[in-house]
């Protein structure tokens, strides 16, 4: 392993929170204490009947959740499978660049397109576009054609203008709300406004993803935010919809070619070696991160 990159999902494994993961990680105690998901490096052994990698191929992707595997990104060597979520690192992309990528790109990407369904020429805002997802989202919708607003704290309004946003709001001093310009799609990173005050800016048929912000809750609550966007989207003529991060092979090779191509660049906030994976979540989990945090393997 060369890097691997801290993703809010370490924050919610490591805290329990909110307590329906737990659900997947363990009730009482997690059944897998190792972290780590989004990782790049370099193959030093391959099993029998391998055929999609050689030794010493520079690879980057991200460790499989499901039950019963073990290998996670924040260690130095990791066990992945052939067909999962594992590429051959973009030639142009450092491994803290590449390893960056994944969670944060695959959920830029599918917001913006899936949920989205963002068309070249419309009018999307980014809320939370200093961070991990919102440099990949600046960076995918600008490559898509749109016009992009991105809201940010002041820190970050000069990187995120570097990244191709048209419009750049800190929303410390001012409030993306008062505005008469309608949206064709608001991505919600931040979760810093309620739907219906983000509603005030959606355009008639425009569209709200509500990808994150602060977990509010512990069991039944996390749960009921998504449900009432469903609810609430269906008296609409505006389409208001929750999300989840796939992880799709098929998505992290449009990612690559975004990457390889330079429309898209990981952008990496902070370094941190791996005997500082608990500050590097610290870091992470007050939520003010920019761009990507980055955990580097040494030799
Ligand atoms: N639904 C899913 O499947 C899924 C998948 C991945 C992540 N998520 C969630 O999506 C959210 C974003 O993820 P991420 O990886 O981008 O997190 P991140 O790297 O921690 O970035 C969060 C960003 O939000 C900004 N922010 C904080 N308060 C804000 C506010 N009031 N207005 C505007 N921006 C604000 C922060 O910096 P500044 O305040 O300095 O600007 C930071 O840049 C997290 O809540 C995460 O849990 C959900």
Redesign the pocket.
């Known amino acids: 392993m060369r890097a691997a990159a801290v993703?809010?999902?370490d924050c919610h494994l490591v805290g329990g929170v909110p307590q329906v993961v737990r659900t997947q990680s363990g009730f009482f105690a997690p059944r897998n204490t190792g972290l780590g998901v989004d990782l790049a490096g370099e193959v030093t052994a391959i099993g029998p009947g391998v055929a999609a990698f050689r030794v010493g191929d520079a690879v980057f992707g991200s460790c499989d959740l499901g039950a019963g595997v073990r290998s996670r990104a924040f260690a130095e060597y990791a066990i992945l499978r052939q067909d999962g979520s594992l590429l051959l690192k973009p030639s142009r992309l450092s491994f803290a660049q590449a390893a960056a990528a994944p969670?944060?790109g695959l959920?830029a990407l599918q917001a913006l397109r899936d949920k989205g369904r963002l068309r070249p020429g419309q009018r999307v805002l980014i809320?939370?576009a200093?961070?991990?997802?919102?440099t990949f989202a600046v960076q995918i919708a600008k490559a898509q054609g749109a016009e992009v607003t991105a809201?940010?704290?002041g820190?970050?309004v000069a990187m995120v203008r570097e990244l191709g946003a048209d419009h750049v709001i800190d929303?410390t001093s001012a409030d993306f709300l008062a505005t008469d310009l309608r949206y064709d799609l608001l991505i919600d990173?931040?979760?810093?406004r309620t739907v219906a005050e983000c509603r005030r800016v959606l355009a008639p048929r425009g569209v709200l993803v509500a990808?994150?912000?602060p977990i509010r809750g512990k069991w039944v609550r996390p749960l009921l935010g998504p449900l009432s966007l469903i609810v609430s989207s269906m008296f609409t003529s505006q389409t208001l919809t929750p999300?989840?991060?796939r992880n799709r092979r098929s998505d992290l090779i449009e990612l690559a070619s975004l990457m390889e191509s330079g429309q898209v660049t990981p952008v990496i906030g902070r370094t941190y070696p791996l005997e500082k994976v608990p500050e590097a979540i610290g870091y992470?989990q007050a939520?003010?991160?920019?761009g990507k945090v980055i955990i580097e393997m040494g030799g």
Request: aromatic fraction near 6%.
């Open positions: 993703n809010p999902l969670i944060a959920s809320n939370g200093g961070g991990g997802i919102g809201v940010c704290s820190r970050n929303y990173l931040a979760g810093s990808v994150g912000g999300f989840l991060t992470v939520g003010h991160a920019s």
